[in-house]
């Protein structure tokens, strides 16, 4: 009975991580391009070939590449166009992009899966062929895709958000307080959007629970937050105990935990109790900006500028906005001047759309960036942040690079993004070839 078991899990992962397994092997030559490889901040001047078999890119050359004699093989003339990796959002939320707030906090999860089934396809075909899930309940939709039955981008699952009572995941409404030991779980927790958990035993637990159902990284919510109804943006939140139950766990299972904060105490007390990235981080001190260097800890910002790429709030949550987007120019200055490991995300959610916002967001880091260096951070850096899944990481194979071995996620751009950043703001007319883990989504010059 258990070798049978064991037989049905195998079949399961294999059937949903390669869904083409069994079919024939296919190839695939990129010729005359510049090559934007995501490792530094400047396209190569020799025009290249890439050849990729299967998912995976096999050969880079100045000359010539030569696919297996048996595949099946599609060419591509790139036209001098530049090649670069698909584009990664390190700070995503796929089932909540496409809703209100009310929306999250009362729709049937039908509604939201399917909703969220548009989001991933728009957000594959804006170029975004991986995004870091930073909460919410995405493992069916991830399976959907890794089956090939939609197409989206590859993801990397928190699941549910962890937040204490009143927390930045806390969106109980005020007659589901307090909870009897037999009242049933509000809305937001019965779609596993987020999970309340108070002290150290019950943070592991929901934290084992994420793991349990195939979570890639833990997200804690460590402070205030913009959206939320209760807390203030100052607060801290969960004591270093807790924190460090659910590092803990991650570490076990061959993780680790990300947090979101923004002040300086919030992310102290998180760096301390082990965390291997923030979440946000705009209203630290540079005392705290040097803590995160010498600790090594990953950075995922976001451009929360208070212009027409935010979420527009209302009343306290407008206030607490105007703070986070004051804090912003400084952040990046300080992940700069330390430099600070930087990861890009968007954090788009609520928005009622299909996050068209999302390059616009990427695009606005020249304020602070080189528009090489933005690329950089929205691929290579971004990959590098993913390996810190380790065991959790499904994938096995570098993501966010072209590189001999890397999984084949490629864009062909229409002009040179490292030079004139611009162009990626209309991935519809400028991403002439989408290609993910081998397959082409959307070819322009066909």
Known sequence: MIKNLALVSLLV???????????????????????????GSTRASTPSKVLIVGNTIEAISTTAVTPPADAEVTRIDGGGRTLMPGLIDAHWHAMLVGQTMMDAMTSEIGY?????????????????????????????????????????????????MISQTGGHGDFRLPHEIPRAANQPLSHTEQTRTAAIADGADEVMRRAREQLMLGATQVKLMAGGGVTSIYDPLDATQYTPEEIRAAVAAAENWGTYVTVHAYTSRAVRISIEAGVKAIEHGQLIDEDTARLMAEKGIWWSLQPFLDNELANPQQGPNRAKQLMVAAGTDRAYELARKHQIKVAFGTDILFSGDNGEAQNARLASLERWYSPGEVLQIAT???????????????????????????????????????????????????FVVIMKDGRIYKNLLD
């Open 380 to 430: 290579g850096n971004n990959g590098a942040l993913l390996e810190l899944s380790g065991e959790r990481n499904p994938y096995g194979k570098p993501i966010g690079v072209i590189a001999e071995g890397a999984l084949a996620d490629v864009l062909l751009v229409e002009g040179d993004p490292t030079t004139d950043l611009s162009l990626i703001k209309d991935p519809a007319r400028n």
């Open 13 to 39: 992962a294999t059937s949903a991580l390669s869904p083409g397994l069994h079919a024939a092997q296919t190839a695939v030559v990129i010729e005359n391009v510049h090559i934007f490889d995501g490792k």
């Open 112 to 160: 939201t899966n399917l909703r969220a089934a548009q989001v991933a396809e728009a957000t594959l075909m804006r170029g975004f062929t991986t995004v870091r899930d930073m909460g919410g309940p995405v493992q069916g939709l991830r399976r959907a895709i890794e089956e090939g039955r939609f197409p989206g981008p590859r993801i990397f699952a928190s699941g549910a």
